[in-house]
Structures are given as C-alpha cells and as structure tokens.
C-alpha cells in the first residue's frame, strides 16, 4: 500500500535539487567569501593559505594514510604514541581515489573531497529541516552551519564535512522510512569519525522506537516527524504551529506498520548501521594485538578519552587564574551553556526521537572527552540538529533584517577562519 508520505517523497524527488538551490546557493557564497578572507590574510601574513586547508594538522596524517597505509606512528619524549590508526579510514580512502583516477595529489583530493562533502552535507541538513519544518527554516538552517565562527573547517582536508553529509543523509533517511539507506549511511558515518556511534545510535533509537510503538499497537500519530496534513510546506499558515515538527506516520512508517517488507527493512537498516564502525574498530584491535579494545588504546596514546568532562571542567577552571584569562573561561561556561540551552530546546520543540540522540551524543563526546580542548568547537560542528530552534526563529524574521544579519554574521565567521588559521588553528 502506497503511503500519503511515499507520494509526497516521490512527487518532490524530480525537484529536489530545485528547492535546495537558495540554501546551496548561500551555503556556496558564504564559503567563497571565507576562502577569499583566509586568502588575503594569509597572504599578508606570507603564508599559504592552500596550505592551511589542505597539508596541516590532521589532513597530513589522512594524506599520509591515502599515500603510504596505516602503520605509521610519532612516539613523543614523554612517552606518548601518535598512530595514525587513530583516524579512520574512509576520508583516505576517498583521496586515494581522486589521486588514481585524476591527476590530483591526495592533499588535492582531500580539498575537493571536503569541497563536495561540504555542500553535500548543507543539503543533507536543508533536507532534513525543509522536511520537518519547511523550505524557509531550511535555508536559515544551511546559512547558520555555514556562519558557525570554525566554518572554515568545512573547506579543509578535514573528515567533518564528510562525516556531517553523511549523518544528515542518514538522518533523513531514518524520517522517511528508507531503513536500507539509513543502515548503508550509517556504516559510512562509523568509517569516517569515531563520533560516527551517533548516527548509529540514531538509527537503532528510531528502530526500537518503532518495535515498541507497534507491540503497544500505537496510531503513530504526533511524533512530529512526518509530513502534516493540510500543507505548510509551501509556506502557507496551515498546519501545525512554525516551532514545531510536523505530524504524522514517525519515520516514514507506512499505514500498516505490521508489513513483514517494512519490518525486514527496519532491521537490515539497523543491522547495517554499525557494521563500519564495528569493523575498523576490531580490525584495529587485531591489528595492535589489543583486542575490541585495542582502538582506545591507540586513542590514549592521543591523550585522547572520555571521562565525563573531568578534564575539560579541569581546563574551563584553570583560565580562572589571572583577568585576561578568566575571560576566556567565562566565554567558554557561556559557549557550554548556550549549547546545552539550545539542546534543551530542542527537546521542548519535540525534535524527532532520532535527532535528539544523534545531537546529544556527538554533544556528550564532544564536551565529556579529554581530548585537546581547542578542537571542541570543530567537534561540536556536525550536531547541527541544535541549530534548528534558531532557523526556526530567523524564519520568522523579515528578509531585509535576516539577510543582513546572515551576512554580518558570514562576515564575522570569515574574518575569525582566517585568524584561527592563520593563528594556533586546529587540531
């Protein structure tokens, strides 16, 4: 039985790249004029801005992986072990790719791959928000991941964009009932970052979610994460309210839930979903001998591990020794608590069940790990669900006054990539 749901996705698939021009188009213009700042910066400051993005920090140890294999470790004078089994593997695999079949270098194909992940990722999340909310608060959600003040780390031979393409694609997979392709995505997402678990984790809530719905013999109705009835996608005031989800069938549920077909799906999706990082885990801990633990083991040698925010707490305190830098631990409480604000609000607005797990893991691995405490912000990048309160209020606001304060704001973001770059930048 073909849904209201299945015929609406296939009416607005021939279209689709149609109603993502404008956010493609700014995500697109507010990258150009990073690119441009960090250019003209680094070139007043006599350096490479090319190099910048494509052949420091951590996109050497991924061109180093495309170009020479795993293996390859820094042992430091303190005794710290720096492997580059740490970084998985499918960033590198996707440069080796560009270097064999183009005449790209791997830093080349990293950029590019990172360049096309980058927009691939701003549709992913107009997708998922056009879809819960419609086509204005997905544009304003695009336009907000590009303004972030490290967006400049969606144009580098970085693993974010990457990894944000393919969290958000498999995030709108899971709300539209295609559990082969959330499943598929997922293992991806796991062979890209360590945070990939999140996406995982989504995916397994939503098919458990649905398991429990169906044995309570539930209608289904009022998750918020379907398409409503009556229409506000077209920007009408019909529907349900601008600050909420839209109603209906919860992950592209079909109207007869029971179907063996839709069951076999849901569960080869979440039989999928963690099979990449399932396995580059224990092939690592193969590998180092080290076992299922052998990849938190190559972490440590990192100074890299999760312990509830001890460390991080450790650090914020710290700055709290002289004036100048007590005001930078201020603005990290703040920058801490505007990020557990807007989670909390994304709770309230009812965010779908899928949405809140993956935002609130990669949140949690983010603050809650003893990672190097400069790299929090880029981390935090791919939980893009907390942005989606905000788009709903720029929504609402007046074209002129939203057009001037997103381009304010791209302004801001450019000016503060090229110094962070140019500066102590990431890892």
Request: aromatic content about 10%; proline content about 7%.
């Given at each position: ?31 150009a004029?990073?690119l441009?700042?960090l ?92 879809h ?20 400049i780390?969606?144009?580098m ?22 559990w ?13 970052r ?8 989504a ?84 590998r ?10 190559v ?9 509830g925010?001890?460390?991080?707490a ?35 607005r ?65 000016a ?12």
């Amino acid at each position: 039985m073909t849904t209201d749901l299945e015929t609406r996705a296939a009416a607005a698939r021939p279209g689709a790249l149609r109603r993502a021009a404008p956010a493609l188009l700014g995500y697109a213009a507010v990258r150009a004029l990073g690119l441009v700042v960090l250019a003209l910066w680094s070139e007043a400051r006599g350096k490479s801005a090319y190099t910048l993005l494509t052949a420091r920090w951590d996109s050497l140890w991924y061109t180093r992986v495309a170009e020479l294999g795993y293996g390859y470790e820094v042992r430091l004078p303190n005794g710290d072990v720096h492997s580059n089994l740490a970084f998985f593997p499918l960033l590198p695999w996707l440069e080796r790719l560009a270097a064999t079949v183009s005449p790209l270098s791997y830093a080349d194909g990293g950029f590019v791959v990172s360049l096309l992940a980058s927009l691939a990722a701003a549709w992913g999340i107009f997708a998922v928000a056009d879809h819960l909310y419609g086509p204005r608060a997905g544009v304003c959600a695009v336009l907000l991941w590009a303004v972030l003040p490290v967006g400049i780390v969606q144009s580098m031979a970085y693993s974010e964009s990457l990894f944000t393409a393919l969290a958000a694609w498999a995030l709108y997979a899971v709300l539209t009932g295609r559990w082969v392709t959330a499943g598929l995505l997922a293992g991806l997402a796991g062979l890209t970052r360590p945070v990939g678990l999140a996406v995982v984790a989504a995916v397994w809530a939503a098919g458990a979610a649905t398991f429990l719905r169906e044995r309570a013999g539930s209608s289904f109705v009022g998750d918020g994460s379907a398409v409503p009835a009556g229409g506000a996608r077209g920007g009408g005031h019909a529907g349900p309210p601008p600050d909420a989800p839209r109603t209906g069938a919860p992950y592209g549920a079909p109207q007869q839930p029971h179907s063996s077909g839709v069951r076999l799906r849901r569960a080869a999706g979440m039989l999928l979903a963690p099979l990449g990082a399932a396995g580059y885990v224990l092939w690592v801990g193969a590998r180092t001998g080290g076992g299922p633990l052998g990849y938190l083991e190559v972490q440590a040698g990192w100074r890299n591990g999760f312990d509830g925010g001890y460390a991080f707490a450790r650090f914020v305190a710290g700055r709290f020794t002289s004036v100048p830098s007590a005001l930078a631990g201020v603005a990290l409480i703040a920058g801490v608590a505007l990020v557990v604000w807007l989670y909390v609000l994304c709770v309230r607005r009812r965010q779908p069940l899928p949405l809140l797990v993956y935002a609130g893991t990669v949140t949690a691995l983010a603050l809650c790990a003893s990672s190097y405490f400069g790299s929090k912000p880029r981390l935090l990048m791919p939980a893009f669900p907390l942005l989606l309160p905000l788009a709903l209020a720029l929504a609402r606001a007046r074209t002129r006054l939203l057009a001037a304060g997103l381009g304010a704001a791209a302004a801001a973001s450019a000016a503060y990539g090229a110094f962070w770059l140019n500066g102590s930048g990431p890892p």
